[in-house]
């Protein structure tokens, strides 16, 4: 293990989603059990500019394994984007001994720790948190199982009124550019249909879709949107196209929102998320920088931080072919 590295920053930045509080514990103890010291940083780069340092030990992240959001808030840093703003970022950092930085988010903020790392030379390792799981360098990003199952569970309850009143909902999940969220939750909750950014299904098609299942004695159906979804039609407008060219049908839309990145994480999320955490830290410690962790056929991996932010997370489109089957 190298010597140089006494003092680690951790911040999360960017959307907050659940498993971010196990990863900063993840954190904070693998400092301690390493005998180097741990900052927590607040309101992710924009408490770096403000200096919002807190010491942090291994008691100080009790009891918050089991919480969704971020013991250490999170925010989007305006002023983190400019030269100024980065350098008062750095001093503060130079000021209170901190040498390493592991920075929990997704890709927008590993890009600031790019321009930040090539401008200081300032160690730094990624953790990929956010609910999208449109991270290259991990098969899940920390929050993504979590949202995946809040996902499900509250289409299961929508089922209900949508096979009691014979309705077609309109579910619209998260997911402004991806549609891991939509396809998985999608599958999972027995969706008839999936709209995707990453696919143009086309209207067309969904109509011809939406008769079938008619045509085959459904009397309800669930369609799961992407925010993002590439026809370029939201929930409320597609409800419109629907009710227009199939009057009988009695649609209703319902937009999930925010309740999707709250809550308590799964295990899975859990579990990653102290692994991710665990490898962040001893990764520093080897004297490595301008990586991700991440996680690929159940083994924790390093990525360059420059390919996560440069390359695409592919959906599974084989994954479009099981719903297609499977909902007919
Ligand atoms: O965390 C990613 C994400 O959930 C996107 O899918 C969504 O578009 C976005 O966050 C919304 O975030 P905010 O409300 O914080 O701008």
Do not use: W
Not at 46 to 52: A, L
Request: a negative charge; glycine letters at 10%; charged letters at 25%.
């Amino acid at each position: 293990m190298s010597v140089n590295i006494k003092k680690v920053g951790v911040l999360t930045s960017g959307g907050d989603s659940p498993g971010m509080n196990a990863a900063i514990r993840a954190v904070v103890r693998t400092c301690a059990f390493h005998n180097i010291e741990c900052a927590g940083i607040y309101r992710g780069y924009q408490g770096m500019i403000e200096g919002d340092f807190k010491e942090m030990n291994a008691r100080s992240v009790n009891n918050i394994i089991n919480k969704g959001g971020t013991i250490l808030k999170s925010a989007r840093s305006k002023e983190f984007m400019t030269a100024e703003g980065r350098k008062k970022a750095h001093q503060n950092l130079v000021d209170n001994n901190i040498d390493a930085l592991v920075v929990i988010g997704g890709n927008g903020s590993f890009t600031g720790a790019l321009i930040f790392n090539s401008e200081y030379n300032f160690p730094v390792i990624g953790i990929p948190g956010t609910i999208d799981n449109d991270i290259y360098g991990t098969s899940f990003t920390l929050g993504y199982d979590t949202a995946l199952n809040t996902v499900v569970e509250v289409i299961d309850k929508i089922r209900d009124t949508a096979s009691s009143h014979n309705r077609l909902f309109f579910v619209e999940v998260m997911g402004r550019d991806a549609g891991h969220i939509a396809l998985n939750a999608g599958i999972g909750a027995g969706a008839e249909e999936i709209l995707i950014p990453e696919e143009d299904m086309g209207l067309d098609r969904l109509l011809e879709s939406l008769r079938k299942s008619k045509a085959s004695g459904k009397s309800s159906s669930i369609v799961v949107i992407a925010e993002g979804d590439k026809i370029g039609k939201n929930a409320f407008e597609l409800k419109d196209y629907v009710e227009e060219n199939m009057p009988e049908y009695d649609v209703r839309v319902s937009i999930l929102g925010h309740m999707q990145r709250g809550g308590t994480p799964s295990c899975f999320d859990r579990v990653l998320a102290s692994r991710l955490g665990v490898k962040a830290v001893e990764t520093l410690l080897d004297g490595k920088s301008n990586y991700m962790v991440g996680l690929i056929k159940d083994e924790v991996v390093l990525t360059p931080l420059e390919n996560a932010v440069k390359g695409k997370s592919y959906i599974d489109k084989e994954l479009i072919r099981v719903s297609d089957i499977v909902s007919i």
